[in-house]
Structure formats: structure tokens, C-alpha cells
């Protein structure tokens, strides 16, 4: 038996399965036959909508399965042979996706973060001081920049900051990779100020979210600019990346980019984090700091969280000393008042 089903679940944001406005969708054209690898005409249509949605009417837009295999293809596709790419240490190239990126034969050059973040001017000393090592040539060239909005942490940078990013790239000739796995909860979120719109500007490639976002599975890259990455289709399926029956991907996309449900569809998880984060402050629990979005980070006594475990999935991300441990509650789009009141009420015993 699923444990899950005995337990109150707040590990994660895709525990889900899917919204049901996709599920009406996918079972409505179950037996309809269409063309496959995403040329389909549900496909082309959300292409269409997403292309309005991020005012990049004659960018490309292409469809693949989940984030690992999506930050693995389009980072193998933009770098040459010796090449790296720039990240936060704490990014999810770096941590958590198993070498995925240096099995694919490029180093991740991780920089310092702070709250997940970095900023333009690390990026800009980092070249410089590439540039200006007499042994560079024999070093591993930085080759384009990975972020994530919202970062593994829950933050945001603020477009003041992508700006100040997309301009230290451009100057000095790298692409701007945007991860977006939870773009939908920024999107949502009050202290946002970054629309799709300045992705489509400041970013050369970024990727809106589908799996922690509402969909069974799926993830929108989109590059602005046409053919900036050449033959990205083919490169596609030299990774195992083309989906025969892509029109399951294009389906999911048409819906969330249908009315707007995309930029809408994680407010209840901003809500839901809202009101765990001002229980959690009101009986006496530590932030570890400060997070705007659907995740949330908590420094636990051990022996508390063992009694939690035992009625609450949750996530645990780093030892903070000898007798406790930072542990992560994320909501999600789904994540409903109930739940969310029950889980408040065990905190409070």
C-alpha cells in the first residue's frame, strides 16, 4: 500500500496527478488518431497560444517530458565541445540531477549563492577572471548562464535583477538559460514582477514548467529568437527526447495556456504556503529564511521531526546542527484548505 494514501503529503509539488480540465482533455481525445513527435494540431495550437502568451510571435516552442532531460538537452545543445555553464551551487544542475550535465560532457561552473541567487556582477568577475588567467586556454570555457526562477529555494529575483543578468550576458556573448520547472508559482506570487514577456526579452531559452505545474507531465521550452538553436528537433531525439505521441504533451499546454490558467494556477499553493508560514511564525517555529513562493524551509528539532514524519511527508534538505535539521513543506496547485488546516493542527501539538 501507498503510504502516501495514510499520510497528510507536503514533500513535494508534483504528487499530484493533474488539473482536471486536462484530464477532461486527454480523456475527450483519447481515441483520436492525430500525427505524432508534436506535429500535431494540438500541439501547434498551444504553440500558437504560448507564443502570444510571452510575446514572441515568431519564436520556436517545443515540447519534452520532465526538467532533468530538459536542462540536459537544451545545455548540450547551445555549449560547444569545450564549454561550461555558469550556476548558482545550489541550482538544480548542480545538486540534483545526478551529473546529468557532465554526462553529457560539460562542466557545471557553480558560483556562490545567496538565497539561491547570484548575481550579474558575479557572473561578470567570473569572466573576468577567466579572461585574464594566462592558463585559460587550458581551462574550461564559460558558455552560456543557468538560472532557475523560482530558485531551489523558493525565491525570486526581481526583473531589476534578470535585467542587470541579461545585460552582462549579452555584453559579453553568452546565452541566458531560464529554468521555469516552477514558473506557474511565480507567476502567482504577489511579490513577482517578471512576466513572461521579460523572459521572452532578457532570456535566450527558458522552459515553462508542466509537471509541478498542473499537468501529468511535460515541459515548454521556448526560444525567442528562430533557429538559435539549430535543428533543435533533431537534437531533440538524439537525446530520447521526442515524444512519438507528442500530442499528449501539446494537449496539456493548449489547456494550461487556454483563458490564462497558467498564470493562475498556482495561487492556491501561494495561499496555502501563506497561511503554514504565518502558523509556523505564530507558534514559535524558525524560518530558515524568508521564501515568497510555494516552498517553505524549517528548522526542526530532530525528535520533532520524528513525531511529524509519522503523520506528514515531507522533505528534508540539509542538517543545520547536531540536533536539528532544515526540512521543506511545498505546496502545490492542488493543495487544498483542508489538508492544509490539519497539517497546522498537528503542528500545534
Known amino acids: 500500500m501507498d503510504t502516501y494514501a495514510d499520510k497528510l503529503s507536503f514533500s513535494s509539488d508534483y504528487m499530484e496527478g493533474a488539473h482536471p480540465f486536462i484530464m477532461t482533455r486527454l480523456s475527450d481525445t483519447n481515441l483520436l488518431k ?172 527558458f522552459y515553462m514548467g508542466g509537471t509541478k505545474c498542473g499537468a501529468l507531465f511535460g515541459e515548454a521550452v521556448v526560444i525567442p529568437q528562430k533557429n538559435f538553436i539549430p535543428h533543435f528537433f533533431t537534437i531533440m531525439k538524439q537525446h530520447g527526447a521526442l515524444l512519438a505521441k507528442g500530442r499528449l504533451l501539446g494537449i496539456q499546454f493548449d489547456v494550461l495556456f487556454t483563458d490564462d490558467l497558467y498564470l493562475h494556477i498556482g495561487e492556491p499553493a501561494i495561499i496555502a504556503a501563506e497561511r503554514i508560514k504565518e502558523a509556523l511564525l505564530y507558534q514559535g517555529y524558525q524560518l530558515y529564511f524568508e521564501s515568497p513562493t510555494n516552498q517553505l524551509f524549517v528548522v526542526m528539532e530532530n525528535t520533532r521531526i520524528a513525531k511529524l514524519t509519522q503523520k506528514v511527508e515531507l522533505g528534508f534538505w540539509e542538517k543545520y546542527d547536531d540536533t536539528h535539521t532544515v526540512v521543506r513543506f511545498a505546496t502545490s496547485w492542488a493543495t487544498n484548505k483542508e489538508d492544509v488546516e490539519k497539517l497546522l493542527k498537528i503542528l500545534a501539538e
Not at 80 to 85: E, L, N, P, R
Not at 120 to 128: G, K, R, T
Open 34 to 205: 492525430s500525427q505524432g513527435y508534436g506535429t500535431d494540431s494540438f500541439s501547434q495550437s498551444a504553440r500558437d497560444k504560448i507564443r502570444a502568451a510571452c510575446g514572441c510571435p515568431d519564436g520556436e516552442v517545443h515540447f519534452l517530458m520532465g526538467g532533468t532531460q530538459t536542462n540536459a538537452t537544451v545545455i548540450n545543445a547551445v555549449l560547444k565541445s569545450y564549454q561550461g555553464v555558469v550556476a548558482p551551487n545550489s541550482g538544480h544542475i548542480s545538486v540534483h540531477e545526478a551529473g546529468a550535465i557532465e554526462f553529457g560532457g560539460h562542466k557545471v561552473l557553480t558560483l556562490p549563492q545567496k538565497l539561491g541567487k547570484i548575481t550579474a556582477d558575479d557572473i561578470q568577475e567570473l569572466l573576468s577572471d577567466y579572461q585574464n588567467d594566462e592558463n585559460h586556454d587550458h581551462m574550461v570555457m564559460p558558455g552560456m548562464v543557468y538560472l532557475s526562477h523560482p530558485t531551489e529555494y523558493g525565491t525570486l529575483y526581481s526583473l531589476e535583477e534578470l535585467r542587470s543578468i541579461s545585460q552582462v550576458c549579452r555584453k559579453n556573448g553568452l546565452p541566458l538559460y531560464l529554468d521555469g520547472a516552477r514558473l506557474a508559482y511565480a507567476l502567482a506570487c504577489p511579490e513577482n514582477d517578471v512576466t513572461l514577456h521579460d523572459l521572452a526579452e532578457l532570456c535566450d531559452v
